[in-house]
């Protein structure tokens, strides 16, 4: 019997998936943690993108500071970094391109990120993107998204069960997160080598490596 696609979903992470903003995201972490005589280096930046800014703010300046100042840091930030994106955010090739078949074929999409939501409607008006989503969510509140929070949170948007959805993710954590979701995960090769995204179900090496056969292969893999 045929399946059909609106009964599934696709959950795409936004940085480092859709959009390139990582060296956007890490200058304005290095310049605003310098202010508070907090050195970040590119490592700590790679092994962590993709966690919310208090996650990362805790991390790296000690003592914790008290919520009030951790607030004013993330501020500062996103500041500096949509101030940076405005002056050049790239999508990676093929994204418009997936994000349309997958649209037409009936899949249910929702874009799920841990930044702000501020940075997501700043990056969705500059992109053009907005329209290929059913849903957009910021889990900035939220864990981790080593945990699977963020992830169920999406699939009760989209009103579809975890098992019924496909995460699209760079970042380890991110992979974490969605197999502890109980979700399948395609890892796309971008801020992270190959060898550090076994976790996932699939690595690709870009987007425009991903077709409608891929997800649909995917729905196979989660039912089996």
Known sequence: MKRTLDNFGIIWDMDGVLIDTAEAHYQAWKDTLSRYGSAFSRKYF????????????????????????????SLQKEMLYRKEIRKNLRTYPGVKEILEVCQTCGFKQILDSSAPQENIDTALEISGLRSFFDQVISTDGMPSKKFPD?????????NLSPNHCIVVEDSILGIEGAKKAGMVCIAIASTHPWNRLQEADLVVSSIEKLNIITFQNMLEIQEG
């Open 150 to 158: 963020a992830y169920l949170a999406a699939s009760a948007a989209l």
């Open 46 to 73: 790679d092994d962590t993108f993709g966690i919310n800014d208090y996650s990362l703010i805790v991390e790296v300046i000690h003592p914790k500071p008290a919520d009030k100042l951790i607030q004013e840091i």
